[in-house]
């Protein structure tokens, strides 16, 4: 069974800029949930998808949006990036919930300059 | 709010020695997880723990879970440096599932 997959792996962008990255989960999985990791604020919740509807959201601004395609596949999108939102970008795909054991996927390395 | 702390925070042990990590979480939770990372890498999913009194062990490593108490613990038997990474506890149940700060295990030879 092929593990859950992110692309790009690596992404350079300046101030300003947006970006959207893209996730696909594990065959069968319906939830797809998003973290940011950073080394200062650890490993954040940003929201998860479910039926291509958002059913959970942490605490980030609305610059950080998503969405959930018929097939499970998840983007999200960050606009107006800033320097703080340099992190490692991880997708994880459940059966039903977030709750559900979690598969990751190899994360994108976002780097804002 | 779902608070989960991991302790310690950071762990440098020697070879051969055994350590425990803690998870105490605020808020009821029938199920936790353990996930390790290594540096650069996502994060790999270590234990399931389902229900109150649970132990699953692989390895070197054997978790446990006391939702009474909302204690969860991670024992490391006889560390040996291919364990060196971080490792995270994650407790859910219905729709939360929130990580810890992660215990960042350093086994020295």
């Known amino acids: 069974k092929a593990g859950v997959t992110q692309t790009p792996r690596y992404l350079i962008k300046t101030r300003g800029q947006q970006v959207t990255l893209s996730c696909s989960p594990i065959s069968g999985h319906r939830s797809v949930s998003w973290y940011q990791q950073t080394p200062g604020q650890g490993l954040q919740f940003l929201f998860e998808?479910?039926?291509?509807?958002?059913?959970n959201k942490g605490n980030f601004p609305g610059r950080f949006s998503g969405r959930q395609f018929s097939n499970s596949r998840s983007e999200m999108n960050v606009s107006t990036l800033e320097l703080g939102d340099s992190a490692l970008y991880l997708c994880?795909?459940?059966?039903?919930?977030?709750?559900?054991?979690?598969?990751f996927g190899p994360g994108t390395r976002l780097t804002v300059t | 709010e779902l608070k989960v702390e991991q302790n310690p925070l950071f762990l440098s042990m020697q070879e051969g020695k055994n350590y425990t990590i803690y998870c105490n979480y605020s808020t009821t939770s029938d199920r936790l997880y353990w996930y390790r990372q290594d540096p650069g890498k996502s994060l790999e999913s270590l234990f399931v723990l389902l229900s109150n009194g649970a132990v699953k062990q692989e390895g070197r490593l054997m978790a446990s879970l006391d939702t009474k108490a909302r204690l969860s613990t991670l024992h490391i038997t006889a560390a040996v440096h291919d364990l060196s990474a971080t490792y995270f506890c994650g407790p859910g149940g219905g729709n939360a599932l929130t990580f810890g700060s992660g215990t960042r295990l350093q086994v020295q030879p």
């Open positions: 998808y479910f039926s291509e509807t958002q059913r």
């Open positions: 994880a795909s459940s059966l039903v919930t977030r709750s559900d054991e979690q598969y």
